[in-house]
Nanobody
């Protein structure tokens, strides 16, 4: 089955940091624009960071200067460094292509920011 595999989530206190990783397996990541998305309970998916296959990144305003997206195409891995985490960052985080390919959705990784 072709899907992304996310890891690195956990419970962290406000102000803390986490680094998420996403293995793309058989998906040739360098051929796609990639994104990190999150879904909080009762909410829709939100694109929080985007990495363009030609270079360049973009972020939703709420995570700018706190989150950094990066990719290692040779390792077929996408990363999200999250600093200065806030309770409102609590969600399940998914990586996927941009736009989102539902058939490739992974299980996600839970990030909980709480004291």
């Amino acid at each position: 089955q072709v899907q992304f595999v996310e890891s690195g989530g956990g419970l962290v206190q406000p102000g803390g940091s986490l680094k998420l990783a996403c293995a793309s397996g058989r998906i040739v990541m360098r051929s796609y624009d990639m994104g990190w998305y999150r879904q909080a309970p009762g909410n829709q998916y939100e694109l929080v960071a985007k990495s363009l296959r030609g270079g360049g990144t973009d972020y939703v305003d709420s995570v700018k200067n706190r989150f950094t997206i990066s990719r290692d195409n040779a390792k077929r891995t996408l990363y999200l460094q999250m600093n200065s985490l806030k309770p409102e960052d609590t969600a399940v985080y998914y990586c996927n292509t941009y736009p989102f390919m539902t058939s490739w959705r992974g299980q996600g990784t839970q990030v909980t920011v709480s004291s």
